[in-house]
């Protein structure tokens, strides 16, 4: 039961943290400095989310199957081959790499 | 929403068929969260509110990863809540680029996450914008939702979802958001400095934390690279330029 009350209040916190995003004035959107903050920092949570995902397992750094999901991905992009493409790529990979037995 | 009004034209949108297939494929790594949450010692239900009501996949998993790594439902809370902390920054963007008003804004909330943001920033015609925004956010909502059922239904006659690669489809999906955002130097910089600070931040904060690090490493580049910009310094360098000049500066 008492874990069903965190789980209530984590969403109850997700929904306002998103909402709350929606309700910033205006004024400050129309800022150029706070745009250009607003698209680096987009580039840096894309970026980090993709390091996370390839080599953070809890808190410990693992190189496993998903550096070659990584590397999959990156030939794929170079190759300008479509977005699920590209995600089925990387699923391959990591999924071959497994199979033989690394990560 | 977006449907309905011209069909034809939505098929031919650049913006619909991203979002698509980014909600095909986002989708189906719900059925990992499903197996790996009831793996974790998560009911069906608890699963499934996570999946309807947190909806967000990171903080998801944070969720159950601290549960299942023996934590306490407090450090599960404040690990997930950490982490959708920039769900509040998309919401920002989202506002700004869309301007959602009544009832809508309540809706665009609950689907603000990384991929429906990434579509639609990731389009400059504000029509596209919100198409794949909407698209992406109510086709990840739906299939999300079902695939976390499958996987938490069949998760252990599924095996490990790692043997199926879904955790490289991850790292897939997040690098071919990025990837479109890669041009010029300063975007280079940008990600390779959050990177490194993530790596570096991964073993001495609990997870979650190292994504908000590099969220602040890049606000404080995004803020000082502007003000150097004012000034008239290196303006080659910055791929906004274009942006700027539709707007003339007068502070000079």
């Given at each position: ?9 984590a969403?109850?916190l997700a929904?306002?943290t998103k ?85 | ?53 947190l909806?967000s996949?990171g903080s998801?998993?944070a ?17 997930s809540a950490l982490l959708g902390l920039r769900n509040g ?119 979650g ?44």
């Open positions: 039961m008492n874990l069903w009350l965190w789980i209530l209040i969403c109850g929904y306002l909402l709350l995003g929606y309700f910033v004035p205006a004024k400050l959107l129309e800022s150029p400095r706070i745009m250009h903050v607003a698209g680096t920092m987009t580039i840096g949570l894309l970026a980090s989310l993709t390091v996370v995902n390839a080599v953070a397992s809890g808190q410990a750094l693992v190189l496993d199957a998903r550096i070659g999901a990584l590397a999959a991905a990156a030939l794929a992009l170079w190759l300008r081959a479509p977005f699920l493409v590209v995600v089925i790529s990387g699923a391959a990979a990591a999924a071959l790499l497994r199979l033989l037995g690394w990560g | 929403m977006t449907s309905g009004s011209a069909p034809l034209k939505l098929r031919e949108s650049p913006a619909f068929k991203i979002a698509l297939s980014l909600s095909i494929a986002t989708g189906l790594y719900g059925v990992s969260f499903g197996a790996l949450s009831v793996a974790s010692g998560f009911d069906f239900w608890q699963t499934m509110v996570l999946s309807l009501l909806f996949g998801q998993f969720f159950i990863g601290v549960v299942a790594g023996g934590g306490s439902g407090v450090a599960a809370m404040t690990a920054i998309y919401g920002m963007q989202i506002n700004a680029m869309l301007r959602p008003g009544g009832w809508k804004r309540y809706l665009s909330a609950h689907v603000t996450i990384d991929e429906s943001t990434a579509t639609a920033s990731g389009q400059t015609d504000p029509d596209e914008q919100r198409r794949g925004f909407w698209t992406a956010g109510i086709g990840i909502f739906i299939l999300w939702n079902i695939f976390t059922a499958v996987g938490a239904l069949a998760g252990d006659a599924m095996g490990d979802p790692k043997q199926w690669g879904l955790d490289g489809a991850a790292v897939a999906a997040f690098l071919a958001l990025l990837w479109p955002r890669l041009k010029g130097r300063e975007p280079w910089a940008i990600a390779a400095a959050c990177a490194l600070a993530t790596v570096l931040a991964v073993p001495f904060v609990p997870s934390v190292p994504i908000l690090v590099a969220a602040v490493v890049a606000g404080i580049i995004g803020w000082f690279s502007h003000a150097r910009m004012d000034e008239g310094l290196e303006p080659d360098v910055d791929p906004y330029a274009e942006k700027r000049q539709q707007e003339p500066r007068s502070n000079a």
